[in-house]
């Protein structure tokens, strides 16, 4: 079942025209051109019920601009979203009981409030039962180990505290969706795995449907099964990450330490360059194995180490913002 299906959406910001200078400035005043950017341009999309999708892109590509949409927070100029088989925008309020926001940038918390009076807050602007909330808050407590600042007011918390409370926040109705921007954005190692960890725990926990949008590839690494990208406003792919790896670099190379030197072709590889006892042969996944080929070589010289080499994911998903760019 889709839990969420989004088809056709645009947004277009109003932009200003400004002409430079004094002469500009004066004239600015008098008449003002317009002109729109699409942000969004024209995005279809379907997510499932309990699925985790990193929605990624470059600075500037859009990413945001959805997620207000879908959590209702900002008008499409056309298309349709729907949540749950509701819209946002008809009924927000309805769809937001379902939904749970973070915007990594900027917090949620009330940032004069200890983060404890601001969990109750919500608990009362949510209408949260005395018995859900205090189930929530422990559950959340145990993954984030919130009671160790629950009394610090929020201006004073670090930024990976301040990230943890918002995700309680926005957690403690026990929402069915999580749209989650930037969620481990300026976070230590430490911290950013246990965001990792915790959106990890929430989905098989609880089925929570999540939708990431991050510049850190390791959290889609870690977490997504499929990923979405866009740039400019449009999607450039959609499917999961080994789909795309395969697609884009279907390369592998194999470093063969051997004994002693040798130069030992092979059909199914290209020799990339023998260098003393060393070897570097570079090969396609769906033509032959790396088990193979090494058992293949090993035929004709005893080989001492091995080293498998990978595309490297940052390099593979440059290559696939760039052909966005260029138009595929
Ligand atoms: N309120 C606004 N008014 C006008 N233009 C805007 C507004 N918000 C965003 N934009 C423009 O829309 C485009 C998309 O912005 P958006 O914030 O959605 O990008 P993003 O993918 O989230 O980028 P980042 O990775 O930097 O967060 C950008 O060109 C941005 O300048
Ligand atoms: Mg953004």
């Not at 004066?26 to 929605?55: C, H, M, P, T, W």
């Not at 180990?145 to 610090?152: A, L, R």
Request: glycine content about 6%; aromatic content about 6%; hydrophobic content about 40%.
């Amino acid at each position: 079942m889709n839990i969420i299906e989004v088809s056709h959406l645009v947004k277009e910001y109003k932009k200003i025209k400004k002409d430079k200078g004094l002469k500009g400035a004066v004239k600015n005043l008098f008449v003002q051109d317009v002109e729109y950017v699409r942000a969004v341009d024209d995005i279809s999309f379907e997510i499932e019920k309990g699925d985790i999708v990193a929605y990624i892109g470059p600075n500037g590509a859009g990413k945001s601009t959805t997620v207000k949409m879908l959590s209702g927070i900002m008008q499409p100029t056309s298309g349709e979203i729907l949540i749950n088989g509701i819209s946002p925008q008809k009924e927000r309020k309805r769809v937001v009981k379902n939904l749970g926001v973070v915007f990594g940038q900027r917090s949620q918390l009330n940032w004069n409030l200890r983060l404890g009076e601001t969990f109750d807050l919500l608990k009362r602007i949510y209408q949260i039962d005395d018995a859900l909330y205090e189930k929530n808050i422990e559950m959340l407590d145990e993954i984030f180990k919130i009671s160790e600042f629950i009394d610090t007011p929020v201006r004073q918390l670090s930024l990976g505290q301040r990230m943890r409370g918002d995700l309680v926040a926005a957690m403690l109705h026990s929402p069915e969706i999580l749209f989650l921007d930037e969620p481990t954005i300026g976070l230590d190692v430490e911290a950013k795995y246990s965001v990792r960890k915790f959106i990890k725990e929430i989905n098989e926990r609880s089925k929570t449907t999540i939708i990431l949008t991050t510049h850190d590839l390791g959290d889609v690494q870690e977490l997504c099964r499929r990923l979405i990208i866009i740039n400019d406003g449009k999607i450039i792919e959609d499917g999961s990450l080994d789909e795309l790896v395969d697609r884009i670099a279907p390369y592998r190379q194999l470093v063969i330490d051997f004994y002693h030197p040798a130069t030992i072709q092979h059909p199914k590889a290209e020799l990339v360059s023998v260098e003393e006892a060393r070897a570097v042969y570079k090969f396609r996944k769906d033509e032959i194995t790396a088990a193979r080929l090494i058992e293949d070589i090993s035929h004709t010289a005893p080989i001492k180490e091995v080293g498998l080499q990978e595309a490297k994911i940052d390099d593979i998903i440059r290559t696939a913002y760039q052909q966005g760019r260029g138009g595929i």
